[in-house]
């Protein structure tokens, strides 16, 4: 699946507009850079949610758009941010096939309100903040935290098959995360330029 630039700059100017609506405030500030580690806090761009996206195994937007999309990491939601805006392009009511699951509260909140700042601006109003409180479930991914759902609560409260072939165990997992960590590093190697601005925004943001 080949996005258009139309949905290409759709994707970056939301991601954009996001940043500045934020402001001096970030989802992670009151963490440490080891804290966001270990719980696998990665800022991803837009660029690399585009790519990811155009790696799913779709020929068109019309087939992903009649898929479900779930992110069981989704943080505040930039990957499924880029999903809804090119899914609801061609299907209003796409939206209806989003999910995430967040283990940080506070994160999982300012994902709720992007989401429906989104909708309400590009003629989605009717999916409103409770519609989305139903769709972005706090959760742990990994299953360590009793305090929160897990994954595999949240995936039954959806009605959704858990879309990975088998259970994954935290080694596993640790696999998966050391891999998505060096996709990462070769992103930013390669994208040098804007890593300049990524690294800018965090610095302003007091992060490191």
């Known amino acids: 699946m080949k996005l258009t630039k139309e949905l290409e700059d759709a994707i970056k100017n939301e991601s954009a507009n996001y940043l500045k609506d934020i402001k001096e405030t970030s989802q992670y500030g009151n963490l440490s850079k080891e804290e966001r580690d270990a719980l696998g806090a990665f800022f991803t761009p837009p660029e690399l949610c585009i ?22 990491t989704c943080g505040s939601g930039n990957l499924l941010m880029a999903a809804l805006i090119v899914g609801s392009s061609v299907d209003p009511t796409y939206p209806e096939r989003v999910f995430g699951n967040e283990l940080s509260e506070s994160t999982l909140n300012i994902a709720i309100k992007r989401f429906v700042n989104y909708c309400e601006n ?41 879309p990975l072939p088998n259970e994954l165990d935290a080694k596993e997992w640790s696999s998966l995360e050391k891999e998505a960590r060096n996709k990462y590093e070769q992103f930013y190697k390669n994208n040098a330029d804007k890593r300049k601005g990524i690294v800018h925004y965090k610095k302003r943001n007091n992060l490191s």
């Open 122 to 162: 590009h003629g989605l109003g009717q999916y409103g903040e409770g519609f989305w409180r139903q769709h972005l479930h706090q959760g742990d991914a990994l299953g360590k935290d009793e305090s929160v759902n897990s994954l595999e609560q949240n995936l039954k409260d959806w009605g959704l098959i858990d």
């Open 51 to 72: 790519q990811m996206l155009e790696m799913f195994h779709f020929d068109t937007i019309e087939e992903f758009a009649q898929q479900d999309i779930l992110d069981p």
